[in-house]
C-alpha cells in the first residue's frame, strides 16, 4: 500500500504502522503544503522513505523530460519513482526516459480508462494508477476496467502493476484491490478509516475497561 500525501506528518504517523511502501505525491497534492517543490522531496526523503513518487510536469514530451532531468538530480540513492501523465506526450516521454535511465521506475497517471492503461504497459511504465473515483464521476466502472487491465497485463506477461488511485471512500479501495489492482496509493484520512471502525474502537475500549475491573477485583 502507498500512502497519497505530501504531508510530513501524516508520512510519519502513518509510517509508524508497516502498512505502506511508499509515498505518491502529484502537484495538487504537493501544492496543499505550499512548500517549495524540490524542498519538500527532500523533506519527504529524510524521513527515510523507501520509494517517493513525484510526477514530472509538462504540456510537451521535451517539457516532461526537461523536468524528469530536474527531479532526478534528487535521486542519488534511487529512491525516486516518477509519474507520467498518460497522454501522448506522456507515452513519448515515458519511452525517452528509459532510453536515457532504463532503471527509472515510471508510474503512468491521471488514468481514466483499460485503454490509456494498456497503452502505458506498452509504453513501458512499470506501473499504471488508474483513478477509481475520478472514473466513477465520469461514467466509468472502475472496477470493470481494472479487471480488463489485469487481465490484459497477466494474460500478456507484461512486468505492469496496478497503483489504484483516487479514492473518496474505503469500499472503493478494497473494490479496487478485489478487481485485480495490485496496490493502492490512499489518503491519510481514508487509512485512518480502514482501520479505526467505530465498532471495533468501543469494542476494544470494553476489553480495556474489562482487563482493568479484573486487575482492580483480583489485586
Ligand atoms: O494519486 C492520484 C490521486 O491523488 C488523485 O486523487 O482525489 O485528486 O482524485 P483525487
Given at each position: 500500500?502507498?500512502?497519497?500525501?505530501?504531508?510530513?506528518?501524516?508520512?510519519?504517523?502513518?509510517?509508524?504502522?508497516?502498512?505502506?511502501?511508499?509515498?505518491?505525491?502529484?502537484?495538487?497534492?504537493?501544492?496543499?503544503?505550499?512548500?517549495?517543490?524540490?524542498?519538500?522531496?527532500?523533506?519527504?526523503?529524510?524521513?527515510?522513505?523507501?520509494?517517493?513518487?513525484?510526477q514530472?510536469?509538462?504540456?510537451?514530451?521535451?517539457?516532461?523530460i526537461?523536468d524528469?532531468?530536474?527531479?532526478r538530480?534528487?535521486?542519488?540513492?534511487?529512491?525516486?519513482?516518477?509519474?507520467?501523465?498518460?497522454?501522448?506526450?506522456?507515452?513519448?516521454?515515458?519511452k525517452r526516459?528509459?532510453?536515457?535511465?532504463?532503471?527509472?521506475?515510471?508510474?503512468?497517471?491521471?488514468?481514466?480508462?483499460?485503454?490509456?492503461?494498456?497503452?502505458?504497459?506498452?509504453?513501458?511504465?512499470?506501473?499504471?494508477?488508474?483513478?477509481?473515483?475520478?472514473?466513477?464521476?465520469?461514467g466509468?466502472?472502475?472496477?470493470?476496467?481494472?479487471?480488463?487491465?489485469?487481465?490484459?497485463?497477466?494474460?500478456?506477461?507484461?512486468?505492469?502493476?496496478?497503483?489504484?488511485?483516487?479514492?473518496?471512500?474505503?469500499?472503493?479501495?478494497?473494490?479496487?484491490?478485489?478487481?485485480?489492482?495490485?496496490?493502492?496509493?490512499?489518503?491519510?484520512?481514508?487509512?485512518?478509516?480502514?482501520?479505526?471502525?467505530?465498532?471495533?474502537?468501543?469494542?476494544?475500549?470494553?476489553?480495556n475497561?474489562?482487563?482493568?475491573?479484573?486487575?482492580?477485583q483480583?489485586?
Amino acid at each position: 500500500m502507498y500512502l497519497d500525501t505530501a504531508n510530513l506528518a501524516e508520512i510519519s504517523e502513518a509510517f509508524k504502522t508497516g502498512v505502506f511502501q511508499g509515498v505518491t505525491t502529484n502537484p495538487t497534492i504537493l501544492l496543499k503544503e505550499k512548500t517549495d517543490r524540490m524542498k519538500q522531496i527532500r523533506d519527504i526523503l529524510a524521513l527515510g522513505i523507501s520509494r517517493l513518487y513525484v510526477q514530472v510536469l509538462g504540456d510537451s514530451a521535451e517539457a516532461l523530460i526537461e523536468d524528469y532531468r530536474r527531479v532526478r538530480s534528487l535521486n542519488e540513492e534511487g529512491r525516486i519513482a516518477y509519474k507520467v501523465s498518460m497522454d501522448v506526450h506522456g507515452l513519448e516521454a515515458v519511452k525517452r526516459i528509459k532510453e536515457e535511465d532504463p532503471d527509472a521506475e515510471i508510474l503512468g497517471t491521471a488514468i481514466y480508462s483499460a485503454d490509456q492503461a494498456i497503452l502505458g504497459a506498452l509504453a513501458g511504465c512499470d506501473s499504471v494508477a488508474p483513478y477509481v473515483n475520478r472514473m466513477e464521476n465520469n461514467g466509468v466502472n472502475p472496477f470493470e476496467a481494472i479487471q480488463k487491465m489485469r487481465m490484459f497485463f497477466d494474460d500478456r506477461g507484461l512486468a505492469c502493476t496496478i497503483v489504484a488511485a483516487s479514492f473518496k471512500n474505503t469500499n472503493q479501495i478494497v473494490g479496487a484491490l478485489t478487481a485485480g489492482a495490485h496496490t493502492a496509493t490512499i489518503p491519510y484520512d481514508l487509512f485512518l478509516q480502514m482501520i479505526n471502525k467505530d465498532v471495533a474502537v468501543n469494542a476494544i475500549k470494553v476489553f480495556n475497561q474489562h482487563g482493568e475491573e479484573l486487575e482492580r477485583q483480583t489485586r
